[in-house]
């Protein structure tokens, strides 16, 4: 299950490294495409409500398999993409199909482990499917100057069948434990209630921007970013993405295993989300002109530099599964995959947000204004959480 995550974060970062190419053949502009991969997330968030309440209801295998069947149909109709409609339908059909792939695995693991174990199962779910992202860096970057850009997804296809083939195989049959034998409509009203509970409403505002800041970084703005500001390759920008990669898939096992050892999670949470915002903020002013190059005395700061906060910033945003195990602390067991969605949902209706929002910023201000933009909502973010998290 935790490859089906895996895959699901191989396709919402592949336009990261081939929207220049994905744009021309669609005759249309790097950045009107950028705001078209929003539709993926807003498709994904709005998943998260039926999906989380039909997991506590049906169980987390059938979900899986259901979901799985899906990724690879929109997987399919992405690769056929002939212009920006069909790309926007392929988009959408993935957002539905992938929204229950983190939720899966999380879900089966809450219900069957202690919230210590959780904290560092949590991680390492998270870890697996980063890889997803690392497969989207260069190895994606050499199919894609060998191949051109529907090779990826083509190559997703059969990794999904494969993935398909293996939870039907390997996951046990099992009955939903406590079972909600209430309506689909009122279970989904509970994953919202829940969500805007007062003693989730502070994981909530920081997941709105926790999230997004690491997956528009790394699925959509850092591929422009190394390429159009630092003049790199697509094979040196794919090399450069694919550290900031390992660094997103050894954090959350790191910071797992500490928040299991020592505890603190509000602490360590807040303090690395607070640690983001001032990592991105110094990429930004790395740029031609800007106070980092000034004081250096250069034209513009080396990627070198850009390669040691990314790497930074992969690992301090590794904090995020902790947020997932204090919603575990904080509900009982028959309600865990409704409040783990309503984060979930969280997450990536603040990532479709994010990234719509960021195409409009890098239109009007260009690049450094997206990283600034970024490190100021995870400023909000972390603020709004202490505020609502001091109890």
């Known amino acids: 299950m935790a490859c089906g995550h895996m895959l699901s974060t191989l396709l919402r970062t592949i336009p990261a490294i081939s929207l ?206 190394l390429m159009d500001v630092k003049a790199l390759s697509r094979i040196e920008a794919g090399n450069v993405l694919g550290l900031f990669t390992l660094a997103m898939i050894v954090g959350p096992i790191c910071i797992g295993a500490f928040d299991r050892r020592f505890g603190h999670r509000r602490t360590v949470v807040a303090a690395a989300h607070a640690l983001a915002a001032l990592l991105l903020a110094l990429m930004a002013a790395g740029a031609p002109h800007f106070p980092v190059s000034n004081l250096v005395g250069v034209a513009v700061m080396p990627s070198q530099y850009d390669l040691v906060l990314l790497i930074l910033i992969g690992f301090v945003t590794s904090a995020q599964p902790l947020l997932f195990g204090m919603t575990r602390q904080l509900v009982d067991a028959q309600n865990t995959g409704k409040a783990l969605s309503a984060v979930n949902l969280a997450f990536f209706l603040g990532a479709a947000f994010m990234q719509s929002t960021t195409a409009g910023v890098a239109a009007l201000f260009g690049l450094p204004a997206v990283l600034l933009f970024m490190a100021g909502a995870l400023v909000i973010g972390t603020a709004l959480f202490l505020i609502y998290t001091r109890a």
């Open 20 to 225: 220049d190419l994905m744009a021309h053949d669609f005759g249309t502009s790097p950045q009107a495409l950028a705001s078209l991969t929003s539709i993926y997330h807003f498709s994904f968030a709005a998943s998260q409500v039926p999906v989380g309440a039909a997991m506590d209801r049906f169980g987390v295998r059938p979900v899986s398999l259901s979901l799985l069947a899906g990724t690879v149909i929109g997987t399919l109709v992405s690769a056929l993409a002939i212009g920006p409609a069909t790309f926007v339908l392929g988009q959408f059909l993935l957002g539905v199909a992938t929204s229950g792939m983190l939720m899966c695995p999380m879900t089966l693991a809450a219900k069957q482990m202690s919230a210590a174990k959780f904290g560092l199962w949590s991680g390492m779910i998270l870890s697996i499917g980063n890889i997803g992202m690392l497969l989207s860096s260069s190895p994606l970057a050499f199919v894609v100057d060998q191949f051109g850009w529907r090779a990826g997804f083509w190559l997703s296809a059969g990794f999904g069948i494969a993935v398909l083939i293996a939870v039907f195989l390997l996951v046990p049959r099992q009955p939903a434990a406590h079972a909600d034998d209430s309506s689909p409509l009122h279970q989904m009203v509970e994953v919202l209630r829940l969500g805007l509970s007062r003693g989730l409403r502070g994981l909530i505002a920081l997941s709105l921007v926790s999230l997004g800041a690491s997956l528009a970084l790394r699925g959509l703005w850092g591929g422009p970013w």
